[in-house]
């Protein structure tokens, strides 16, 4: 077995591991430990199918930034001991079933597939970070400007939603546009 | 203008009188409604005289004069036609006469009704005379069924006239139903013709040329004997024979007039019409004319003997006419045809009459109907008297009046056929006579055993009601005149010649040949000699009638009791229907039907409150249906072809 | 490596994402799966850009290239969406003391 193969099997391992400790664990903390484990193992998927670039966004963006926000919400909630009351123990029999039923169902239907066993290429180019770049700033611009104005009105919701209610004053202010 | 192409007003002014007195009942005054309903039952008299004089002039061709295609299926046309020969002519002028008088009398008879009621009567008479000249216009069986339906219908309505008295609905319901079981037979028999012969119109039958029965020659071809018995079984329900008689004396509850018009001169001749218009057939079919024969027999004796005992002044002359009818349907049976119409004919005048003068006599006793509450009467009402004994005469067959005429033809017809029959019949009229004259004697002769404040109140009636009382009296008196037999005067008989067209090929078929002049003679002096010495000593034995002996025996308690014919009925027929009527109700409507109905609205009742619970609010439960729905979606994509 | 494989992992991140997002109560942790099933897709898009046969033709490279750049574009809108929705729990939080996801009932019957 070559090297890139263990490897793929040892990242999918630990994704999967990873993945499961996420949805198992009592602690909402560990569950985030387990969420940047996943980060990491995909990460490491991305690196072996050359695909630099994203594999880099991806720690930044996911382990490092989203994680930390998760992190920071947790120790606001003092979500330290989990307290989570006893959900009905049929919705959660249903919820596993179900799920493993569309894996089931899903992986047999592509196992049927025509493309099943396509080789992968070794060593393409695509995911260099410059021939991404050219694409980006070439093809898809318009995307990337539009995408600045998505994190604008991300920002503003997020301010508007944590803002807290205003104190009713006696005298009248009205807000004319 | 030829009157026969008159001939669609003859129906038409009675229908539009019927929607003018129906629908204006609330609107227009009493005068006005009697005065339309009289004149549209007028008008057509006018025109019958027309058509009569019409069809009474030398070669005279039967017409048939069709209107519309009222049914057509593909080889089968029934067309809307009118057949108008010397049967219809003699039916017509009955109907139209005879209804006029009763629509006359029945203006002051009802004068105590309502202004609705009164309109809503002449409504239903003036329906009933356009359904009975359907029927006889009608140019095939199934426009005559029109008719024959149509006065099932009115009969129905205006029994229950006053219906707010839940016995006259009863009688209604009963006299409606019995109807209807004859009318199955009639239809059955029409089925059976269209499907055997491919038509139902007359003249395609019955002309003489080539008429499709007029070429049959065998005599009681299975087909024929079928089809004569089912229309039979129609005249039964019709006209009130054994078995389905009892409605008739039930339908007296309704007003007096109607029963004059109804129940004596017209729909129960409906019955006798059909037979008359079905001759051809009967004839090719000596079965079933036996049949028809011996059923009218026994009726006549039957009724007669009922009568002997029963008290009600209506009730009497309503078995009167069960057995009068049975008088013409044996006439009918020994194929006197044309003596048969002309006992409908002297009947329609003498039983009319009769009708008509017990409403007078009820009128003045104030509503009482029961004879051994009368007596004496013929003193202070000397009109009805006259003429009530005028009809006495006419119905028991005492010459020189009508119904001696009529009943002596249909007699020596009999005898012609067999001596025994005679004899029974000769016994009938004998019974006729007796409950007749009892019925006199007991209302007005003697002395009057009602109570005081009911002398106080007998009057003689107003003109308008007594003039019709005389005009019938002296029909019934002179109209013996045209059927006068071979023995008194060489071509007296009119009416025979009158009808022989019509009946001609079934006198060619029939074979039993006529009586020599001597028997006849013989027979008719016996007879007219017997009838009059009964007559004489019932009326002595009871023109000082005294109440009724008690301790009446078995057998005279029977009779005044009907026989328990109807007791029997009920027993036999009406509670097994009802039970089942009951058990269907109970069970199988009710439980089952209901239940199903009713189970689906409680299983969506259901239904919906269990899916309501699915909208919970939870939305881990929207997650968990969201994906169970596209598991679902995913098996049904990939995984059937 | 054949690409079943790669299919056949992302599946599995997926489902136990699924399950996750079922099976929990605590709206932070569904959260978290939404995220695992978000990743489990673009680690399915770059199996699928390296498979389109590289630089062959332009077409397909074109192809690998799209898919690379979808990836992007849905780090960042999930970005985008983490911070909204954090807000949001944020609120419910401060609300109802509790992040029961089971308190979102308003919409019930």
């Not at chain 1, 104005?149 to 209610?165: N, W």
């Not at chain 2, 095939?140 to 006239?161: A, K, P, T």
């Not at chain 2, 003039?467 to 002179?478: D, E, K, S, V």
Request: glycine share 8%; with cysteine.
């Amino acid at each position: 077995m070559e090297i890139t193969q263990i490897l793929f099997w040892f990242l999918s391992a630990l994704a999967l591991f990873g993945a499961i400790g996420v949805v198992a664990s009592k602690n909402p903390i560990y569950s985030v430990l387990f969420l940047i484990i996943v980060f990491f193992a995909i990460s490491g998927h991305y690196i072996l199918m050359n695909a630099q670039f994203l594999a880099i966004v991806n720690i930044i963006v996911y382990a490092g930034a989203i994680m930390v926000l998760f992190l920071f919400v947790i120790m606001l909630m003092n979500l330290n001991t989990e307290t989570e009351p006893i959900k009905n123990v049929y919705l959660k029999l249903a919820g596993v079933i179900s799920g493993l039923m569309l894996m089931i169902v899903l992986v047999a239907a592509l196992s049927h597939s025509d493309t099943r066993n396509i080789i992968m290429r070794r060593g393409t180019s695509v995911g260099l970070t410059e021939n991404l770049g050219k694409a980006l700033f070439n093809k898809y611009v318009v995307p990337f400007e539009i995408s600045s104005v998505l994190f604008l009105s991300a920002m503003i919701g997020a301010i508007l939603i944590g803002k807290k209610d205003p104190v009713k004053k006696n005298k009248t202010l009205d807000v004319k546009a | 203008m030829d009157a026969i192409q008159l001939i669609y007003l003859v129906p038409l002014f009675p229908l539009i009188g019927c929607l003018i007195n129906g629908l204006g009942r609330n609107i227009l005054p009493k005068k006005i409604v009697g005065i339309i309903g009289s004149l549209v039952v007028f008008i057509p008299f006018c025109i019958s005289v027309l058509i009569f004089l019409t069809v009474s002039k030398e070669g005279f061709i039967t017409q048939n004069i069709s209107y519309f295609d009222f049914i057509h299926v593909g080889k089968l046309s029934i067309p809307f036609e009118f057949q108008i020969d010397q049967l219809t002519s003699i039916f017509l002028l009955i109907i139209t006469g005879v209804g006029f008088l009763i629509h006359v009398y029945s203006v002051s008879y009802m004068k105590d009704e309502t202004q609705s009621g009164f309109g809503r009567y002449f409504s239903y008479m003036n329906l009933f005379v356009f359904s009975m000249l359907l029927l006889v216009l009608g140019g095939n069986y199934v426009i005559m069924y029109i008719g024959w339906e149509g006065v099932g219908l009115c009969s129905y309505l205006l029994i229950g006239f006053w219906f707010k008295d839940q016995a006259n609905n009863d009688a209604g319901k009963k006299a409606f139903i019995m109807n209807r079981i004859g009318d199955v037979g009639f239809l059955l028999a029409v089925f059976w013709m269209v499907s055997s012969f491919g038509t139902v119109s007359y003249h395609e039958l019955f002309n003489s040329q080539n008429g499709i029965i007029t070429s049959i020659s065998t005599i009681n071809s299975p087909v024929i004997v079928g089809i004569t018995l089912l229309l039979f079984v129609g005249a039964i329900g019709k006209s009130a024979q054994i078995p389905l008689y009892t409605w008739l004396p039930d339908a007296m509850a309704g007003p007096t007039p109607v029963s004059a018009l109804i129940h004596a001169a017209t729909m129960v001749t409906a019955g006798v019409y059909m037979v008359a218009r079905s001759n051809i057939m009967y004839s090719l079919a000596p079965i079933s004319m036996a049949g028809v024969a011996s059923i009218g027999l026994t009726t006549a004796i039957v009724a007669a003997i009922i009568a002997l005992k029963q008290n009600d002044i209506k009730k009497v002359l309503a078995y009167s006419t069960v057995s009068q009818l049975g008088y013409m349907f044996l006439g009918l049976g020994v194929g006197a045809y044309s003596a048969a119409v002309f006992h409908v004919m002297t009947h329609a005048f003498f039983k009319g009459l009769l009708f008509l003068a017990a409403g007078s006599v009820i009128h003045a006793m104030g509503g009482e109907q029961d004879i051994t509450k009368m007596g004496g009467l013929g003193k202070k009402m000397k009109i009805t008297y006259v003429t009530f004994f005028i009809a006495c005469l006419a119905i028991s067959g005492i010459p020189p009046f009508s119904g001696f005429f009529s009943k002596d033809a249909i007699l020596s017809a009999t005898y012609a056929q067999s001596p025994i029959l005679y004899i029974l019949g000769l016994g009938g009229a004998l019974l006729t006579a007796f409950y007749m004259f009892r019925l006199m004697a007991m209302t007005f002769n003697g002395k009057f055993r009602g109570t005081a404040e009911q002398e106080q109140h007998i009057h003689e009636s107003s003109a308008i009601m007594t003039i019709p009382l005389i005009i019938l009296a002296i029909l019934a008196t002179i109209c013996g005149f045209i059927g006068l037999p071979e023995i008194f005067a060489k071509n007296g008989n009119k009416i025979d010649d009158f009808l022989s067209p019509v009946f001609a090929h079934s006198n060619q078929i029939l074979t039993t040949k006529g009586i020599p002049h001597q028997t006849e003679w013989i027979l008719v002096i016996v007879s007219a000699l017997l009838v009059i010495i009964v007559s004489i000593w019932t009326w002595n034995k009871f023109k000082n009638y005294a109440s009724s002996t008690p301790g009446e025996n078995g057998f005279v308690k029977a009779i005044k009791n009907k026989f328990y014919v109807d007791e029997a009925y009920d027993f036999l027929f009406v509670k097994p229907y009802r039970s089942l009527s009951a058990f269907l109700n109970n069970i199988f409507d009710k439980k089952g039907i209901d239940g199903i109905v009713n189970g689906v609205g409680r299983g969506v009742n259901y239904g919906s409150r269990q899916l309501r619970l699915l909208q919970s609010g939870q939305v881990g439960s929207y997650l968990l249906l969201m994906v169970i729905g596209l598991l679902i979606l995913f098996i049904i994509q990939l995984f059937t072809k | 490596m054949e690409i079943k494989w790669y299919i056949f992992l992302s599946l599995a991140l997926f489902c136990i994402g699924i399950i996750g997002a079922l099976t929990r109560r605590n709206s932070i942790i569904v959260f978290m799966c939404i995220e695992l099933m978000l990743n489990s897709v673009n680690l399915l898009l770059v199996a699928f850009s390296k498979m389109h046969l590289g630089e062959v033709n332009a077409f397909s490279y074109s192809m690998a290239t799209s898919a690379q750049i979808f990836v992007f574009f849905i780090m960042i809108v999930a970005a985008a969406e983490v911070s909204v929705g954090l807000a949001i729990i944020v609120m419910l939080y401060r609300n109802t003391r509790s992040i029961d996801i089971n308190f979102l009932n308003r919409l019930k019957n």
